[in-house]
């Protein structure tokens, strides 16, 4: 089935003028930034981050997050006072600004989205950041250069599958019917950093051993009616899995199940019509090795 996997693969890869859209982007609004006036005197620094920066996008890029690092007191600055100021810069540039709960998100004439989060470090630039949070009014800890570097690590480590299922995880996940069942992202990557530490044998392979470690590692919380703390493998002390609630959980746990279930079929059919027909349950017309 491996042509019919690559087939997939290029057919959900964002497409390059997206890309190059979202780079332009991304480094204007990062000039704007360092240059400001205002954001200028508190020695900014930038760096993009979220899936584009760890290539894990799929599709077409709708958005671009961009960690603003800057000196300030987190110990006397509210995290509602950080965003604003930083808002009100934006607003003498680009007409649609606004403020979320840990970033100040901007579309600019494109039509393309931006996220900037300000961030103050824990002790070094090159470490854990300090992030505001408007919803509990306080500062809370992140490491995004570590995630970056965990995935490049990670997907050196396994000849590139790594990112590629990813990328394969996170479509068969869209395609879910019940949006009960489609956790965000960086959960289905912190998922799979935990089963696939080395090259495996096919891509088939793979997607079945995804699906069935996580169901057997986690099925027990169905029982107790709690959402497993899932760390970041960029940052272990961070729970990706704060805010995920127990019925979106127990739903995506239920098509995880169901998904191993038909990838098992699939890998083990004699006949290859059939086992293109399987995977198609779980990954649709794409998956073909021609294109279109």
Same mark, same amino acid.
Request: neutral net charge; proline residues 5%; hydrophobic residues 35%.
């Given at each position: 089935?491996?042509?019919?996997?690559?087939?997939?693969?290029?057919?959900? +890869?964002?497409? !390059?003028?997206? *890309?190059?859209?979202?780079?332009? #982007?991304?480094?204007?609004?990062?000039?704007?930034?360092?240059?400001?006036?205002?954001?200028?005197?508190?020695?900014?620094?930038?760096?993009?981050?979220?899936?584009?920066?760890?290539?894990?996008?799929?599709?077409?890029?709708?958005?671009?997050?961009?960690?603003?690092?800057?000196?300030?007191?987190?110990? =006397?600055?509210?995290?509602? *006072?950080?965003?604003?100021?930083?808002?009100?810069?934006?607003?003498?540039?680009?007409? /649609? *600004?606004?403020?979320?709960?840990?970033? $100040?998100? *901007?579309?600019?004439?494109?039509?393309?989205?931006?996220?900037?989060? %300000?961030?103050?470090?824990?002790?070094?630039?090159?470490? %854990?950041?300090?992030? %505001?949070?408007?919803?509990? /009014?306080?500062?809370? !800890?992140?490491?995004?250069?570590?995630?970056?570097?965990?995935?490049?690590?990670?997907? /050196?480590?396994?000849?590139?599958?790594?990112?590629?299922?990813?990328? =394969?995880?996170?479509?068969?996940?869209?395609?879910?019917?019940? +949006?009960?069942? /489609?956790?965000?992202?960086? =959960?289905?990557?912190?998922?799979?950093?935990?089963?696939?530490?080395?090259?495996? #044998?096919?891509?088939?392979?793979?997607?079945?051993?995804?699906?069935?470690?996580?169901?057997?590692?986690?099925?027990?919380?169905?029982?107790?009616?709690?959402?497993?703390? =899932? #760390?970041?493998?960029?940052?272990?002390?961070?729970?990706?899995?704060?805010?995920?609630?127990?019925?979106?959980?127990?739903?995506?746990?239920?098509?995880?199940?169901?998904?191993?279930?038909?990838?098992?079929?699939?890998?083990?059919?004699?006949?290859?019509?059939?086992? $293109?027909?399987?995977?198609?349950?779980?990954?649709?017309?794409?998956?073909?090795?021609? +294109?279109?």
């Amino acid at each position: 089935m491996s042509p019919y996997f690559y087939g997939l693969l290029k057919k959900i +890869e964002p497409d !390059s003028n997206n *890309v190059k859209l979202a780079k332009k #982007s991304h480094e204007e609004v990062r000039d704007f930034l360092v240059k400001d006036d205002e954001i200028s005197k508190a020695n900014p620094e930038t760096f993009i981050s979220g899936s584009y920066a760890r290539e894990t996008a799929i599709n077409d890029i709708k958005d671009v997050d961009i960690i603003l690092i800057i000196d300030l007191d987190r110990t =006397i600055t509210e995290p509602e *006072v950080t965003l604003t100021w930083v808002q009100a810069s934006l607003q003498n540039n680009y007409s /649609k *600004v606004k403020k979320q709960g840990r970033s $100040v998100n *901007v579309i600019n004439d494109n039509g393309f989205s931006l996220d900037i989060v %300000p961030a103050t470090p824990v002790s070094t630039r090159s470490g %854990p950041l300090w992030i %505001p949070d408007r919803e509990t /009014k306080t500062w809370v !800890s992140t490491h995004p250069k570590a995630q970056i570097a965990f995935t490049s690590e990670r997907n /050196k480590n396994t000849e590139g599958y790594y990112v590629h299922l990813i990328k =394969i995880i996170k479509y068969w996940r869209d395609r879910l019917e019940d +949006e009960r069942a /489609k956790p965000n992202s960086y =959960i289905i990557e912190s998922l799979i950093s935990k089963c696939l530490t080395s090259k495996p #044998s096919s891509y088939g392979d793979a997607v079945k051993s995804i699906f069935s470690y996580i169901y057997l590692t986690y099925q027990s919380y169905l029982t107790i009616g709690n959402v497993p703390n =899932i #760390s970041d493998p960029g940052y272990p002390s961070v729970n990706v899995a704060k805010r995920w609630e127990f019925d979106e959980f127990s739903t995506f746990m239920t098509e995880i199940k169901d998904s191993y279930c038909v990838a098992k079929e699939a890998l083990e059919s004699k006949d290859e019509g059939e086992s $293109v027909r399987l995977w198609r349950k779980l990954f649709g017309n794409k998956f073909s090795p021609k +294109e279109g």
